[in-house]
């Protein structure tokens, strides 16, 4: 089988984790036990889920010049994916999330960086690659401009393309229509299409965390149920689930197929620590899926 090939155009950071007993208060200095840096954003954690699965990845993004944005593009080239089209930027810091972490909590700061020079002018010198691809994958940690132009660029050559709306970010009907597959979670399903379920429905894939994957095939409703696993952490959870959900998909799987392959991607990612650390081999997966 041909390696079907994906284009991810989206965001890459840098992780900056800190774990504590107690969060500071204003003005107050607490001691920290631990801190540690991961390769991050929701684009680069797609893109290395469908990497790991067997795709032919190729990353559409921007980092900064500083180290951070070197360690970035050397991470991604280490997981096998096509970093040809990942320029770092003069004179602008890596995109970064400041995460605090206190008794199963955390808060989280991100600093898009150069993630906002992921322009639809950047994107469109891409274009070559982004029309040679079996599926794109979107998420929204660019800016509005540049998704709207992909999923525009993509409806007008029939290139398919799934749109994860995280962070929550409000586009047009004309746009929802142009997406091949919405994959919000819950939350992000009630706040973007309270009202309008009917209107695009065939196109959802709702995931609901302990309670599996709600979506429409051929009118009927389905649900996939979650596996029962011992959870470590699920960071990239929803990441691993969307990067195999295209994999799935560019190798003509039918959409019942491709939910149950993502669910199991998903199950086996929140076993281990770490966003991009519990991401799954295409070997692990087809193993759970044969088990099941």
Not at 36 to 51: F, I, L, S, Y
Not at 53 to 64: S, Y
Not at 187 to 205: C, S
Request: glycine share 8%; charged share 20%; net charge negative.
């Amino acid at each position: 089988m041909r390696q079907p090939r994906i284009t991810v155009v989206g965001s890459i950071n840098m992780d900056l984790v800190t774990s504590t007993d107690i969060f500071p208060q204003q003005g107050e200095t607490v001691r920290g036990e631990d801190f540690h840096t991961n390769p991050g954003g929701k684009g680069a954690n797609q893109a290395v889920a469908a990497a790991r699965l067997g795709a032919d990845v190729h990353m559409v993004g921007r980092v900064g010049d500083d180290t951070f944005g070197e360690n970035l593009l050397h991470n991604l080239q280490q997981e096998n994916i096509d970093t040809s089209m990942v320029d770092q930027v003069a004179n602008t810091s890596s995109g970064l999330a400041n995460i605090t972490l206190s008794e199963k909590d955390n808060r989280i700061i991100i600093i898009p960086g150069a993630n906002n020079q992921v322009t639809p002018e950047y994107v469109k010198a891409c274009e070559e690659t982004i029309l040679a691809s079996d599926y794109v994958l979107l998420q929204f940690e660019i800016p509005k401009e540049t998704i709207e132009y992909c999923i525009d660029v993509c409806a007008q050559h029939d290139i398919p393309v799934v749109v994860n709306p995280a962070p929550v970010m409000p586009l047009s009907p004309d746009q929802w229509e142009k997406a091949s597959v919405i994959t919000p979670n819950e939350t992000e399903a009630a706040e973007l299409f309270k009202g309008r379920y009917d209107e695009i429905q065939e196109k959802l894939v709702i995931t609901k965390g302990k309670e599996g994957v709600e979506f429409f095939d051929h009118g009927t409703q389905k649900n996939v149920s979650p596996y029962k696993v011992e959870v470590a952490d699920t960071t990239g959870a929803g990441d691993t689930f969307n990067g195999a959900l295209a994999v799935a998909l560019a190798e003509g799987q039918t959409l019942t197929a491709a939910v149950q392959f993502a669910n199991a991607a998903g199950a086996l990612s929140v076993q281990k620590l770490g966003a991009q650390g519990g991401m799954p081999t295409r070997q692990a997966v087809d193993q759970m899926l044969e088990e099941r």
